[in-house]
C-alpha cells in the first residue's frame, strides 16, 4: 500500500512532525556525560501499523568498554552491577557502537520518510546527553537525532498516570515490569517502548488528534453534501 493510500494519521512521518521516535536507554559509569564512561547502550525504532497504532520494530544492544581516560565512579557500577572487567561482557568500542546506532536509525528514518530522529528515553536528558557525548567524542558523521528536543517519558507518564518511575508507570499500564532484570539497558528500553508506545496509542484511543478528527469531520461532511 502507498502513503498515498494510507490515511494521514496512520503514516508516522506525521504523528510527530516528521520526527522518527527512537527509544533510548544508557548504563554509565557516573553522571557526567562527557567524563564518565557509557558502558551499555540500546535502541528500539518504532513504527505504525495499518490502523495507525504504535508499535516496537527494529533494536540494537552494545556492551561498551570505557572510553580512554573515562572516569568510572564505582558507586555507579554497584548500582547497575556492571563488572567492566569480565570479558564476557562481549564490549565494542564507542565508535563501533555509534557507527551502529546511527545507521540502524538512518534506516529506519529514511523508509519513515521522517525528516530528523528524535530520542525518547525516561528522564531523558541524561540518556540524551550520553549519546551526544559519545558522538562527539567518536567524531560519527551525520547523527541524526535532533540536538536537543527529546520526549521524555517520565514527565509523560507523570501527565497520563500520576507516576514519574518506570516501574510504577509500567505497572499503572498494566505493563509487566521484572526489577531484577531492570538497570539492563536492553530490558529498560523494552519497557520504556512499551510505555511509550501504550500512552501514544491509548491517546489515540481517547480521540487524541482533534485537530485531525476535525479535518476527518470536515471530509466526512463533504462527502455527505456530495451524495
Do not use: W
Amino acid at each position: 500500500m502507498s502513503d498515498s493510500q494510507i490515511p494521514y494519521h496512520h503514516q508516522l512521518k506525521n504523528r510527530f512532525r516528521g520526527y522518527f521516535p527512537v527509544i533510548i536507554d544508557v548504563e554509565t559509569a557516573g553522571f557526567e556525560a562527557k567524563k564518565d564512561a557509557l558502558l551499555e547502550l540500546a535502541a528500539i525504532t518504532l513504527k505504525m501499523d495499518e490502523n495507525g497504532y504504535l508499535q516496537p520494530d527494529q533494536k540494537c544492544h552494545f556492551h561498551i568498554e570505557p572510553f580512554e581516560g573515562a572516569n568510572i565512579n564505582p558507586e555507579s557500577l554497584k548500582f547497575n552491577g556492571i563488572d567492566i572487567h569480565n570479558p564476557l561482557r562481549g564490549a565494542v568500542s564507542e565508535l563501533e557502537a555509534i557507527t551502529a546506532l546511527f545507521q540502524m536509525v538512518r534506516r529506519g528514518q529514511k523508509e519513515a520518510d521522517c525528516q530528523r530522529s528524535i530520542i525518547v528515553a525516561h528522564n531523558a536528558a541524561f540518556d540524551q546527553s550520553f549519546v551526544m557525548a559519545a558522538a562527539e567524542r567518536t567524531g560519527v558523521k551525520r547523527n541524526p537525532f535532533h540536538p536537543f528536543g527529546m520526549f521524555d517519558t517520565a514527565s509523560l507518564a507523570g501527565l497520563m498516570f500520576g507516576q514519574t518511575v518506570l516501574v510504577k508507570a509500567c505497572q499503572a499500564a498494566n505493563i509487566p515490569f521484572d526489577g531484577k532484570q531492570a538497570h539492563s539497558a536492553l530490558y529498560d528500553t523494552e519497557r520504556t517502548a512499551e510505555l511509550f508506545c501504550y500512552m501514544v496509542n491509548h491517546l489515540k484511543d481517547l480521540g487524541g488528534f482533534p485537530h485531525l478528527n476535525r479535518a476527518e469531520n470536515e471530509k466526512t461532511k463533504e462527502k455527505s453534501t456530495a451524495l
